[in-house]
C-alpha cells in the first residue's frame, strides 16, 4: 500500500499553492489518503457567512450526533481552511509540523 | 456566531395558478413565538462576491402579517393502521402472527403487530424485544404487563416466522419462532409457553398498528411508536390461540375453509400495491392505511428470483419494508393562506419567514392560469429532481465524500439544522437507518435544500457551486436583467397535465439540473418537439433517471434505482420494478431511451472541484449555427462564472450516437479545464481501468450541441450543469449571455428552423 513520505515537501507546496483542482499524479495520490481521513472526527467547514466566512467542525459519522464546531479561528478564504486541514492531518499521518 | 435555522416550513402545493390557495406550514424552535411573514418574488439567490447579489421584490399581499409561532413536530417511521378498533378491542383470546424479515433486530424494542396503547401501557401486540428477540407484550392498563419470549434472537436480514397466542381461559401465552432456514449452530427456532399472571388483554381503545404501536395522537392523526425496520408479509390476526401447526395453516392462501371462523384478519399486501391500502382477505374485510409511506412492492419470503416484476407474480411481492425514519406527509397545520391574486405574474415566490435572529424563504411557483400562455416561452422548473434531492445528507455520514468531491465538506446552517432533526427524512440519495435505499420522497415537509442563497455541502468548496434550485435562479434573473418574458411551469405540472401544458409555447427553457424525469414527463416533451417545439436545455446529467408521481399517493415521487447508474445505493434484486405505476426504474438509457434521443447528449462525466470552459468545434461554423454565434468571435467559451470559475462543470453530457444522438446533430462546443476529480458516469466503465479521469479521458466531456426536430423545431443544449452559473458575469455582457440570448431569439421566432 501506498505511503506518505513526509520528505516530499514539494507536493506540500503544490497543495498549498493549489489545494482543490487539478494536481500532479503524485499529489493526488498523497491526497487520496490524507482526505480519506474517517469518522469520528473527519474535519469539515462550517459556514458562518455564505461564500466568506467559515470556520472548522468535526464530524461522528452518525446522523444526530451534533457536529462539533471549532470556533476558535474564522476563515475567510476556503482555501485557507483546506490547508489548516491539511497542516493537523499531515501532523497526524507524519508526526511532521507543517508551517 | 454559528446561525442556527429557528424557523422552517412547507406548503401544501409546489406550483399555483391564479385563484388557487396556497397554505403555508411552519415550526418554530428555541423559543421564537413569533415571525413575520411576507410574500416575495425571487430573483436570484446568488450570494458569491462576484455575482448578480441576493434579489428578491417584498408584495403587498393579504397573506402578509405577524404570526404566532410554536414548534410542529415530525413523527417520521411507517407503519400500518386499520380504521376498525372494534373487531381488536375486546379479543380474549387470539393468535398474532407474521412472516418477517428484520433488518435491525438488535435496534431495540420494535413493534411487529398488535392493539397496544404505549401511553396507557395495555393491550396486547408481538414484539421484537431488547433482545432481539420476539415477544408477547399483555398490558392491562393498571400497571401490569406480562412479557413472553423466546429469548432467542432473530437473525438479521433472515425471514422467520413468528407467531404469538394468548388462551383467556387458561392464562396461556405461546410464542413461536420458526426461521425460513435454521443455520448450522444458529440455534433461533423456537416454541415458548407459559401461564401468566394477568387476565390481560382487558378491553384496549389504541388502533391496531402493524410495525409500530400507538402513542397518542396529534392533528387528529395518530402517532406510532417502537417502530420496526424490515419487512413484514401475511400478518394475521386469530380469535382463539392456535397451535403451531395451526398458525401454519392460517399462513397459506386461501385462508383454510376450517379456519374462517377463527380468523380476524388477513392482510395481503401484494394486492393494492400502488396504493397506501392494505386488503384484509379475510370476510371481515378489515382493511388498512399504511402511514408514512413503507416499501411496497417488495420481495417477499417466497419470492424464487425467477420473476422481476412484480405484476407478473404478485404473490412473490406481499412483503411490505418498514423503516423507523420514513416520512410523507409532517401533516402540520397551516399557519396562513395566499390566494394567489390574478394580478400574479407566473414566477417564482416565496414565503419569507421572519423570526428575528432567523428567517426561511418557503419557495412555491405561480404558474399562468390554466389554459392560457402569458408569455411565448416556458422556464420549466426541475421539481422532480428537487424532490429526488429533498434534505439529501450524504456527505456527512459517508467519510469518502471529502475524497469523491476534491475538497473538504462545507455544512451550511441547513445541513447542521437536518442533522439534529433527522425526523425530516431522506433524499433518494441516503439510506435508512437499517442500511436500505430510499424509493420515496416527498414536498410535504420543509426540503431546506430547495432554498435561495443555500449551497450543497459537497459541491463545490466552501459551497461556492450553487445548484438545483439555487442555480436555477441564475435563470430567472438572467431572463429578468436581459427582459426576456416568461411563464413558470413545473415538473409536477408537466407530470399532471402532460403535452397540454407546454403545446403552443414557442420555446421550453429547463433548468440547471432536470435529471428525473416520468414517462409522462418525457412522452410530453418528446411530443412537443415532434410539433416543431423549441427546448433549450440548461444544464448537466439531464433526462438521466426515470421516476413515477402518483395520484394515490400525493406529493411524493418514487424512484427505483436498479443496477447500472450513478447512486449511493442501489435497489436489492428483484425490486427494480415502480410500486408507484409498475414501470421499471433506473436509468433512461438501460429503458431504450437514452437521453441523446430527446437533447442531443447523454451523461458523460461529474466532478465537484472546480468548473471547466467550453472550446468551439468546427460545428460552431456550420452555416447551420450561425444564429447562434450571431457576434460571438470568441474560440473559447464562458472561462468564468460563479459556478466553479467556468460555464462547463459539475456534471455535464456528451454527444454520441450510442447516447442516442441524431445523426445530424451539430456539435457546437467540447469541455476543456476538468480537473482529473472529474470521472466518468458509472454506465460508461463496465471494465474499470486507470485514465479514467477527465484529463486522461477522451469520453469525459461535455458537448455543447443544436440539432433540428421536425416541423422546424429544435433543440440547444449546454450539456453543462454551471453554464448558467457564467450568464451575469460582466453585468450580462459575456459570450455565454450572448449565445443563450441568440438561441433563445431565435427559437421564439416561430418561423421554422
New interface residues.
Given amino acids: 500500500m501506498y505511503k506518505i513520505d513526509p520528505t516530499r515537501m514539494d507536493l506540500v507546496e503544490e497543495f498549498r499553492a493549489n489545494p482543490v483542482g487539478n494536481h500532479s499524479a503524485d499529489l493526488q495520490q498523497m491526497l487520496n489518503v490524507v482526505r480519506a481521513e474517517p469518522f469520528p472526527g473527519k474535519y469539515v467547514l462550517i459556514c458562518v457567512k455564505p461564500h466568506r466566512e467559515w470556520v472548522l467542525g468535526r464530524l461522528s459519522g452518525v446522523r444526530g450526533d451534533p457536529v462539533e464546531i471549532l470556533e476558535d479561528r474564522v476563515f475567510t478564504r476556503a482555501e485557507d481552511a483546506e490547508w489548516e486541514v491539511f497542516r493537523r492531518r499531515w501532523k497526524a499521518l507524519t508526526g511532521e509540523c507543517l508551517d | 456566531?454559528?446561525?442556527h435555522k429557528k424557523i422552517v416550513g412547507y406548503t401544501d402545493r409546489i406550483s399555483a395558478a391564479p385563484g388557487d390557495t396556497v397554505g403555508f406550514m411552519v415550526s418554530c424552535y428555541d423559543g421564537v413565538t413569533r415571525y413575520r411573514a411576507d410574500v416575495v418574488r425571487l430573483i436570484s439567490g446568488d450570494?458569491?462576491?462576484e455575482g448578480a447579489g441576493f434579489k428578491e421584490t417584498v408584495l403587498d399581499t393579504p397573506a402578509a402579517g405577524d404570526f404566532p409561532g410554536r414548534e410542529q413536530k415530525i413523527h417520521a417511521g411507517s407503519h400500518a393502521e386499520i380504521a376498525d378498533r372494534t373487531p381488536f378491542s375486546a379479543l380474549s383470546s387470539f393468535t398474532l402472527q407474521a412472516m418477517i424479515w428484520p433488518t435491525t433486530p438488535q435496534r431495540g424494542r420494535q413493534a411487529l403487530l398488535g392493539a397496544w396503547s404505549e401511553p396507557e401501557q395495555r393491550g396486547y401486540a408481538l414484539m421484537i424485544g431488547d433482545d432481539a428477540a420476539p415477544m408477547l407484550v399483555l398490558g392491562d392498563g393498571q400497571g401490569n404487563i406480562e412479557t413472553v419470549s423466546t429469548a432467542k434472537p432473530l437473525q438479521e436480514r433472515k425471514w422467520c416466522f413468528v407467531g404469538a397466542s394468548f388462551d383467556a381461559e387458561t392464562r396461556t401465552a405461546c410464542v413461536v419462532q420458526v426461521p425460513s432456514v435454521e443455520y448450522p449452530l444458529a440455534d433461533s427456532t423456537a416454541e415458548v409457553r407459559r401461564t401468566v399472571a394477568t387476565n390481560a388483554p382487558v378491553t384496549v381503545e389504541a388502533p391496531f398498528m402493524i410495525a409500530a404501536v400507538y402513542d397518542g395522537e396529534t392533528g387528529g392523526r395518530a402517532i406510532g411508536a417502537h417502530h420496526y425496520n424490515g419487512k413484514i408479509e401475511s400478518p394475521r390476526v386469530a380469535n382463539r390461540a392456535l397451535d403451531r401447526e395451526t398458525m401454519t395453516a392460517l399462513m397459506q392462501r386461501p385462508i383454510p375453509a376450517g379456519l374462517l371462523p377463527a380468523v380476524v384478519a388477513a392482510w395481503d399486501f401484494s394486492r393494492a400495491i400502488p396504493t397506501v391500502h392494505i386488503e384484509d382477505v379475510s370476510p371481515n374485510r378489515l382493511d388498512g392505511t399504511l402511514v408514512n409511506l413503507p416499501a411496497r412492492a417488495m420481495t417477499g419470503h417466497a419470492w424464487t428470483g425467477e420473476e422481476m416484476n412484480w405484476q407478473h407474480a404478485p404473490e412473490q411481492y406481499g412483503a411490505v419494508h418498514f423503516h423507523e425514519d420514513d416520512i410523507h406527509d409532517a401533516g402540520w397545520e397551516v399557519d396562513f393562506e395566499l390566494v394567489i391574486p390574478e394580478t400574479m405574474k407566473s414566477g417564482v415566490y416565496a414565503a419569507r419567514l421572519a423570526s428575528g435572529s432567523d428567517e426561511d424563504r418557503i419557495p412555491f411557483f405561480v404558474r399562468p392560469p390554466r389554459g392560457v400562455r402569458t408569455a411565448d416561452l416556458a422556464l420549466l422548473i426541475p421539481t422532480a429532481s428537487y424532490w429526488a434531492y429533498a434534505n439529501e445528507?450524504m456527505?456527512?455520514?459517508a467519510?469518502?465524500y471529502?475524497?469523491f468531491s476534491?475538497?473538504?465538506?462545507?455544512?451550511?446552517?441547513e445541513d447542521?439544522f437536518l442533522?439534529?432533526h433527522?425526523e425530516f427524512g431522506h433524499s433518494l440519495y441516503d439510506v435508512f437507518?437499517d442500511g436500505s435505499g430510499v424509493c420515496y420522497s416527498s414536498r410535504l415537509r420543509p426540503v431546506l435544500n430547495m432554498r435561495p442563497?443555500v449551497?450543497i455541502?459537497w459541491v463545490g468548496?466552501?459551497?461556492?457551486m450553487p445548484w438545483q434550485f439555487n442555480a436555477d435562479l441564475h435563470i430567472v434573473d438572467w431572463l429578468e436583467a436581459m427582459g426576456h418574458d416568461y411563464d413558470v411551469i413545473t415538473d409536477d405540472d408537466l407530470d399532471a397535465e402532460g403535452l397540454p401544458l407546454i403545446d403552443g409555447y414557442h420555446a421550453v427553457m429547463t433548468g440547471t439540473h432536470p435529471e428525473y424525469y416520468s414517462t409522462r414527463m418525457w412522452d410530453a416533451v418528446e411530443a412537443y418537439l415532434g410539433r416543431g417545439g423549441r427546448l433549450m436545455y440548461m444544464g448537466g446529467n439531464g433526462f438521466y433517471s426515470r421516476v413515477a408521481y402518483s395520484d394515490a399517493v400525493p406529493g411524493a415521487i418514487e424512484l427505483r434505482r436498479t443496477e447500472v447508474e450513478f447512486r449511493e445505493k442501489s435497489g436489492a434484486p428483484g425490486e427494480y420494478y415502480h410500486s408507484f405505476n409498475g414501470e421499471y426504474g433506473g436509468i433512461w438509457r438501460r429503458i431504450g431511451r437514452p437521453p441523446g434521443g430527446l437533447v442531443g447528449v447523454g451523461m458523460a462525466v461529474e466532478g465537484f472541484?472546480?468548473c471547466g470552459y467550453y472550446r468551439r468545434k468546427p460545428g460552431s461554423h456550420d452555416p447551420r449555427a450561425a444564429f447562434i454565434f450571431d457576434g460571438v468571435d470568441d474560440d473559447i467559451i464562458g472561462n468564468f462564472g460563479v459556478v466553479g470559475g467556468g460555464a462547463a462543470g459539475i456534471e455535464l453530457d456528451r454527444c454520441d450516437t450510442s447516447l442516442g444522438s441524431p445523426p445530424h446533430t451539430l456539435v457546437l462546443a467540447s469541455s476543456e479545464g476538468l480537473?482529473?476529480?472529474y470521472f466518468p458516469t458509472v454506465e460508461d466503465c463496465l471494465v474499470v481501468s486507470s485514465g479514467l479521469g477527465a484529463?486522461d479521458n477522451p469520453q469525459a466531456r461535455g458537448d455543447m450541441v443544436f440539432f433540428e426536430t421536425p416541423n422546424g423545431g429544435g433543440v440547444f443544449s449546454t450539456s453543462s450543469m454551471s453554464w448558467s452559473g457564467s450568464l451575469s458575469h460582466n453585468n450580462y455582457d459575456n459570450n455565454v449571455s450572448r449565445i443563450t440570448d441568440n438561441v433563445l431569439r431565435r427559437f421564439l421566432d416561430p418561423t421554422p428552423l
Avoid: F, R, V, W
Avoid at chain 2, 476534491?406 to 446552517?413: A, E, F, I, K, Q
Avoid at chain 2, 468548496?461 to 461556492?464: A, E, F, T, V
Fill in positions: 456566531m454559528i446561525k450570494l458569491h462576491p445528507h456527505a456527512i455520514e467519510s469518502d471529502e475524497a476534491g475538497h473538504l465538506t462545507s455544512l451550511n446552517p447542521l442533522n439534529s433527522p437507518t442563497g449551497t455541502s468548496l466552501g459551497g461556492n472541484d472546480i480537473s482529473n476529480h484529463m
